[in-house]
């Protein structure tokens, strides 16, 4: 039996975190307990502990979320932990991992794992924040057995010679999903010419182009409907909306749990969209600008078959149009005959819908990360 810990933020919206989770708990030789704290100090949503048995304690002080969460893991799982010890600990970010480096005296920890999710080479606008931030992730790269990312610029920028890290400890992976789960589905019927977003409204997200598009399609008589699957700043998207009149077309829903919403909410639409910001803000660059592979939004679109409208956020990610699993928007402008060609070309929808799930199945977790672990495993008898 392996014994993982894994530490991570997290929102209600499923990324690397959320997902490695599931699948090391679907294998049942696997010990997994999970430590979930809020992406933001200021929403709603509880500091966890998760064991291996999914009990679950948690806990909500919205003015010290953040400093007392170092004291609430280290006493839960000093007093649940019938032994301190885990074969490996997987931290999503820096911070979670100076914690817990600090806390190593108490807890063994076999093989230690950062995972870097969303590297920017600017996060914060705040040039003290910014530099904390830079530096913890250099000390979790450095002291890490086993260096995971999302994205290869994080090792470009910090060691591109390695000098710090060898290569055989560097794992550039893929977002993933549950290729198993997906076979699993019988047939959903479809909401005819229907467009779906899902995912956080956050500032690397700009939907006015894309709903002045809309509008642009209502007025030539193209029918649609478009619905948004999400939490955060939803006064933006209401207010456009409002401004171009879109109530009937353009609705914004609960969000919802990721297996649901993969399960039985996204196979029943269409098209996806990921109106990223086209501008690059210098004084805070966006995670998913630094992206060289698809992000976690694609490959939930594509492993259900739907073709996806991006704007390109990144020039490594001109690859999409080439092996025609959607569109690439590189004007603003563009929005409008990229929407009016797959709601109205039913059998360039069809191909690029066959396309997509075919394209998927390289982002299939069992081939993502089975690989990995039987490496670092071997390594490590």
Not at 63 to 84: D, G, R, V
Not at 296 to 314: E, H, N, R
Not at 326 to 342: A, C, D, P, Y
């Amino acid at each position: 039996m392996k014994k993982f810990l894994l530490v991570s933020h997290y929102t209600l919206s499923a990324g690397p975190g959320q997902k490695l989770d599931s699948y090391l708990r679907k294998n049942g030789n696997n010990h997994v307990t999970t430590i979930w704290h809020p992406l933001f100090s200021n929403s709603n949503l509880p500091s966890l502990i998760v064991d291996a048995e999914n009990n679950k304690l948690s806990f909500k002080i919205p003015f010290a979320q953040y400093p007392l969460e170092l004291f609430f893991n280290f006493w839960t799982l000093k007093s649940k932990a019938k032994k301190q010890c885990f074969d490996t600990i997987i931290c999503f970010d820096p911070l979670s991992y100076f914690y817990f480096y600090l806390l190593r005296v108490f807890f063994k920890f076999k093989i230690n794992i950062y995972f870097n999710v969303d590297f920017s080479k600017k996060r914060f606008t705040n040039r003290i924040t910014d530099f904390i931030y830079q530096q913890l992730n250099l000390f979790s790269y450095a002291n890490c057995d086993y260096f995971f990312a999302i994205t290869n610029n994080f090792v470009e920028y910090i060691d591109p010679k390695n000098h710090i890290k060898p290569k055989n400890r560097i794992f550039h992976l893929k977002h993933t999903f549950d290729f198993g789960q997906l076979k699993k589905k019988t047939y959903i019927h479809k909401i005819n010419n229907s467009l779906i977003f899902i995912g956080s409204f956050y500032y690397s997200l700009e939907f006015e182009a894309l709903v002045q598009a809309l509008a642009e399609l209502r007025e030539k008589k193209v029918n649609f409907v478009f619905h948004l699957y999400g939490y955060g700043n939803l006064q933006v998207i209401k207010n456009l909306i409002e401004k171009y009149s879109l109530e009937k077309e353009v609705k914004i829903k609960q969000a919802k749990p990721y297996l649901e919403l993969i399960s039985t909410v996204l196979p029943r639409y269409q098209i996806g969209v990921c109106p990223y910001n086209l501008t690059r803000n210098q004084s805070r660059i966006s995670f998913v600008q630094e992206a060289d592979d698809l992000t976690t939004k694609m490959v939930d679109y594509i492993s259900c078959g739907l073709p996806f409208i991006t704007t390109l956020i990144s020039p490594k990610l001109k690859f999409i149009e080439d092996e025609e699993i959607g569109f690439v928007v590189r004007l603003k402008t563009e929005w409008i005959n990229l929407l009016k060609q797959l709601l109205t070309d039913k059998n360039l929808y069809k191909k690029l819908s066959r396309n997509a799930f075919a394209f998927a199945k390289k982002y299939d977790e069992k081939k993502v990360y089975g690989p990995i672990f039987k490496q670092i495993f071997s390594e490590n008898g």
